[in-house]
């Protein structure tokens, strides 16, 4: 049985708590939770292709990618705020917490109908307030599309959209084709 979602303002340590036992995960905004919607299946291929590609790029180095249940903390206008990105990329152990992490160098989301509004809008202003991060990519599940957003250049979107084209992740100096990202989707 579910545990229902307490509707009133609640702590940080109470969300946490909350979260362990939900069966829905819910995002955290200033005292407020929001559950979160299921995922599609070409949104789990594409996270999936993605990771794998990271996974094993890192593999031996000071980098981990975190997926799925992994949320991050950040604080905007002295609210705390608690996100699941699909995939994160971390380099630093300090800010690594059981089930968070503060210091990402790259955040990753895969968009859905649901959450295309959120990740467009509110994510790309609350992202780049995180000092480490470095890099914030956009993936379209229903087309071939990447935004990248860089600190480097100022949060301006750079978009990939040529099926032949590769994707830079230069905040993990990352390259992968646009059609490994996309392979087994369309």
């Known amino acids: 049985m579910e545990t229902a979602a307490p509707s009133l303002h609640l702590s940080v340590e109470d969300y946490l708590k909350f979260e362990a036992d939900a069966q829905v995960r819910h995002e955290y ?11 599609t299946v070409r949104h789990n291929v594409i996270a999936g292709n993605l990771v794998g590609a990271i996974f094993n790029h890192l593999r031996g180095g000071p980098c981990r990618a975190y997926f799925n249940d992994v949320k991050v903390q950040l604080e905007v206008h002295r609210e705390d705020i ?5 995939i994160m990329v971390a ?6 917490e059981k089930h968070f992490l503060r210091h990402p160098k790259l955040i990753v989301e895969v968009l859905s109908a649901s959450t295309e509004a959120t990740d467009r809008r509110e994510k790309l202003l609350n992202y ?14 229903d087309s071939h599309e990447v ?19 590769t994707v ?19």
């Open 29 to 39: 905004i200033g005292g407020r939770i929001h559950a979160m919607s299921g995922t």
């Open 82 to 86: 608690f996100y699941y990105p699909d």
């Open 91 to 96: 380099c630093e152990h300090e800010g690594l």
């Open 128 to 141: 780049p307030l995180i000092a480490s991060l470095d890099e914030y990519a956009i993936i379209a599940q």
């Open 147 to 165: 935004t990248l957003h860089r600190r480097t250049e100022h949060w301006r979107p750079v978009q990939i959209t040529a099926t032949d084209a």
């Open 168 to 186: 830079e992740f230069r905040s993990i100096n990352l390259t992968v084709p646009l059609a490994q990202i996309y392979a087994g989707v369309f």
